[in-house]
Structures are given as C-alpha cells and as structure tokens.
C-alpha cells in the first residue's frame, strides 16, 4: 500500500488534536471537579444526577415551607401566649368584682373600664398580621381584616374557616394557620353543654350553679326553664315550690314538678344536675340553655355591660290580685287600657260573674288582655304581644291568683316600661286594681280606683338585686374558661405542628445528605486518577508534537 505523504501529515495532525482533546477535557474535569460533565461521558450517570438534582430541589422547596411555616406558627403562638395572659387578667378582675363585701358601683365602674381595655388588646390580636401584611386569622381571606365591630356591642367575624397547609415533606402537611372563627368565635357557652341564667327580672336572690351532665345518654340539647311559685294558700313562712319546662317542645306540662324548693339542694332532669341557692320569690325563672356558640369578644363586653351599668331595661309586676275583696263584684263590667312600647292594648274588658273567684277572675283578666292585643294563646296559656322596638315583647300569665307580665330585650339603655290607665267600673265604679312591681321594677302607684278617671301607673326598671350581678359574673367566668381552654387546646396543637415541622426538617437534612452522597459518588472526580491521566496525556501530547514533527521533516534526498 502506497502511504503518501499527506496521509501521514493528516494522521499525525489527527493524532495532536486527539490528545489535546483528551488533555483539554481532563483539565475540565479537574477544574470542576466532576467526572460527567456532559450526558455524552456517562449517559446512565448523567440521567441518575437529574433525578438526584430534582429530589434535592424538591427537599430544598420543603425547608422554604417549613421555614414560612415555622414563622406563622411562632407568630400565632405568640399571639394566642398574649391572649391567654388577657383572658387570665379578665379572669382575675371578675373574681374581683364577684367580691361582694367589697366593690361598690364606682370600683364595679372601675374594673369594668381595665376590662373593656384588655378587650380591646384582644381583639387587636386577633387581627394580628404577618411581615407580609396577611391577616393571620382570617383563613383564606389573608387580606380581609379578621374580625370588625359596629361599636355597639356587635362582632363580625370576615375570613372564613380555611387554613393555609404547606408541604414540608413528600408526604407531610402542616397547618401554618388556624382560622379566626376556630380561636376566637367557636366557643361554647355556660360548661359546654349547657349555660345557666337567672331571668333578668326576677326579685329574689336566687342563684343557679353552673352544673354538669351526669348521664350523657339521657341528656337532650334542649332549652328550659325553672319557674318558682308560691304555695298557695300562703304560708309563714313562704313556702315555694320549683316546675321545670321544656321550651324547646313548648309543651304547656312541666316535665318536673311542681317540687317543693330547698335551698342548695340538686335538681335534676334531663340527664343534668343543677343547684339553685338563695332566697327566690314568687314568679322567679331560672334557664337552662343548651349551649352555644359565642365569640369570646362578646362574653367579654356583656361582662363590661354588667359592671358598668348593673340592672336590666326589662320589668316586671303583677297586675290585680285579690279581686273579690277589691270590689270585682258579681256582674260588675271593669275595663282598663294598657301601653307596652308603643303598643297599646286597649278596651281590656272583664266580666264578673256570680261565683267567680280570684283564681278565675284572674284567668278572664289574662284572657280579656290577650283578646285585646289580637294575639293567640301560647302552649303554656300565656299571652306574648310584640313591642314597637324590634325584639322587645311582653309575656302575661296566671300566676296563683294575679296577673304577672314579664318583658324581654330591654336594655339599660332602652328601658321597657308597662302602663296600665283608664280603668273604669262601669256598674258600681267601686273596684280597685292593685299594681305591684316585681324584681327590678318600681312602679309610680300602687293601685288605681274605678271612680278616679284617667288613673295611670307605669311599671320602671329600677335596680336589680345584687344576686342578678353575681350571676353575670358567674356567667362570664365560665365563658372566658371555655375561652382559655379553645386557646390552650389550639396552642397545644401548635406546639404538635412546630415538633412535626423540626422533625420533618431534620428528616429533610438526612434525606439531603444522603443524596448529595449518592451524587457526588456519580458525579464527582477522583482527582489522583485525574492527575495521573493529566500528566500522561500531557507526555503523550509531546510525544505526538515531537513525531510529527520529527515525520514532517523527512527528505529521500537526505538518504542520498
């Protein structure tokens, strides 16, 4: 075979360029210290490393959550520390309050005023935001301000129940966030299963305990109320007695009772006990309520109200009583008018037949009031006309041998007041109506004659007893526990999440460690094998430099 010179130039060119390939590419290698440093040196190894870089980009996005995460938790775990420490100062002045052998109105007036701060401080908490400017209760709605108020008493709640979920692993979700409706508004009242009440007119001292469900199977989410009556006839000293309704059914019976009353002794019904102690009076009612929820900024302004201004814009009375001694004589036609907020009720017309007792003129007053108002019979043969002012009514029943009228959504800054005029004896014009206040209520006379027209006597709240004030605070005590406890138990999740999220985090840096080996062993460049390469390819570069060389400069002419 015939080798020319060209071929021999070009084979020796080719022979440099292909170490100084090698050589070049050897230098790469060490200065990055990789051994692939494209797909085509190790294909099988360059696909491994995408894998391996894509799994470590994906641990690397975990920590940014659970770094954002660990943030919001700190920062509602903060807030919510704040919050209790609020909530147990609130605590601490009710007790304070509840101290009846030392505070009078000013020092109640004064809590009160500490009070409505620390409500203040707590619902700038609960509206708490993040470095981001996101509200940090309000769900879903990070921009929406968590919860308002009108001013007048009223909280809104504007976020919704959603919570924020970051990935801090393959297979872990944590909660960076609870929602304000969960913290601040989902909180059961009274014990948690039921709230105890004292109606806001009654006039004894009576008061009922905060109680407990004995057997859950036989307790019902129902609403009702004790009614305390005087045993009739009268005895000295005053006998009374106890009937518990159901107002949830309506039914007209009591489930229990009538029962004689003794003082702290247990009542029980419904799968619950309570106690009620004191000294009730005739016509008192005491509720029992399944409970609801209530925003803990509620319980805590009703507390304020409570303090502020002790009492209730509500009143109560009796309307008649002893009729045949007071000249309601057989076939006697007496009228008389009445005017309930802005509701007149008038033309109340009865009629004494021969025969009639107290008892029965005292149901055909109640029925001759509720055929004047136009309005039906409840089930429990008591009569509710609606006032002028929306959610205010009054309620009239037969009490023993009187006519007893109860209102209901006063306020002491709107106060109900009843009035009974005009009443007239059309035949013998010898009759008199006795009026008499109940609990709170006063009223401007005590009776009105049948020969004296355009007689009128007003029903007023005046003040309440101290037993009424006790059992508001009472009441404010078992909601701001029920409070602390929704607090604590979010807390305690908190601290679950925190834990979950270090634990992940440390499980992340395992995983991380483990990969970057598992690369680096792919990857990464023996640097004795690359030097030993480096130096033999550079010595094989000069061997070729030099041969080709060395070919280049042969000449026939000089074997001549």
């Known amino acids: ?49 995408i894998d391996l870089n894509e799994a470590l980009s994906q641990i690397t996005q975990f920590d940014e959550n659970a770094g954002f995460a660990t943030q919001r938790l700190n920062l509602e775990e903060d807030t919510l520390n704040s919050s209790t420490n609020i909530l147990q100062r609130a605590r601490e002045l009710s007790i304070q309050a509840a101290n009846t052998g030392v505070n009078d109105l000013q020092s109640e007036q004064a809590i009160a005023s500490e009070i409505k701060e620390r409500l203040a401080e707590l619902f700038d908490n609960a509206n708490t935001r993040d470095e981001n400017g996101d509200y940090v209760f309000s769900g879903f709605q990070t921009k929406t301000q968590a919860f308002t108020t009108d001013g007048a008493g009223n909280y809104f709640y504007n976020g919704d129940e959603g919570r924020l979920f970051l990935q801090v692993g393959p297979n872990r979700q944590v909660a960076s966030s609870d929602s304000g409706a969960d913290v601040f508004q989902l909180i059961r009242t009274g014990n948690g299963d039921f709230a105890v009440d004292t109606n806001s007119t009654n006039g004894g001292s009576g008061r009922i305990s905060t109680g407990s469900v004995v057997s859950p199977a036989a307790y019902q989410a129902q609403d009702f109320s004790i009614v305390f009556d005087e045993v009739t006839p009268a005895t000295v000293p005053v006998s009374l007695t106890y009937s518990i309704f159901n107002n949830t059914t309506g039914a007209a019976a009591p489930v229990v009772g009538p029962t004689a009353y003794n003082d702290g002794g247990v009542i029980a019904f419904n799968g619950i006990e309570v106690e009620i102690s004191g000294d009730p009076v005739d016509g008192d009612i005491f509720t029992v309520q399944a409970s609801r929820n209530q925003d803990v900024f509620t319980s805590l302004n009703n507390l304020v109200n409570s303090l502020q201004a002790p009492g209730t814009g509500d009143v109560r009375g009796i309307i008649g009583g002893n009729f045949t ?62 006032g002028a002012t929306p959610g205010v009514d009054v309620t009239f029943r037969v009490v023993g041998d009187n006519v007893e009228f109860i209102t209901r959504g006063g306020t002491t800054a709107n106060l109900n007041s009843v009035q009974v005029n005009n009443f007239i004896d059309t035949t013998s014009a010898d009759a008199v109506l006795d009026v008499t206040g109940s609990g709170n209520s006063v009223t401007t006379q005590t009776t009105l004659d049948g020969s004296v027209g355009g007689d009128n006597a007003a029903f007023l709240a005046g003040s309440p007893p ?56 792919i990857e990464d460049l023996d640097f004795a094998e ?12 000069q061997v070729a430099q030099q041969t080709f060389v060395r070919i280049q400069n042969l000449n ?4 001549i």
């Not at 007053?365 to 089930?379: F, H, K, R, S």
């Not at 026939?556 to 074997?559: E, G, Q």
């Open 325 to 386: 001694a007071n000249g309601f004589d057989a076939g006697d036609t007496i009228t008389f008018d009445i005017n309930f907020d802005g509701t007149p009720i008038n033309s109340v017309s009865v009629v004494v037949a021969g025969g009639d007792t107290n008892t029965i003129i005292a149901q055909k007053t109640l029925d001759a009031i509720g055929l004047a108002a136009g309005v039906g019979v409840n089930l429990d043969g008591s009569y509710t006309v609606a």
């Open 466 to 521: 101290r037993a009424q004030l006790s059992q508001q605070i009472d009441n404010a005590l078992n909601n701001i526990d029920r409070a602390m406890d929704k607090i604590i138990s979010i807390q305690t999740s908190i601290g679950g999440r925190l834990n979950s999220v270090d634990s992940q985090t440390e499980d992340n840096e395992t995983k991380t460690l483990q990969l970057q080996t598992i690369r680096s062993e």
């Open 1 to 49: 075979m015939r080798v020319s010179t060209a071929l021999i130039q070009q084979r020796g060119i080719q022979s440099i360029l292909d170490r100084q390939e090698q050589l070049l590419r050897t230098q790469n290698q060490l200065s990055e210290g990789k051994r692939i440093l494209s797909p085509s040196d190790d294909p099988g190894g360059a696909s491994r490393i």
């Open 556 to 559: 026939l002419f000089d074997l």
């Open 530 to 541: 690359a030097i030993s390469n480096l130096t033999f390819q550079t010595t094989a570069l």
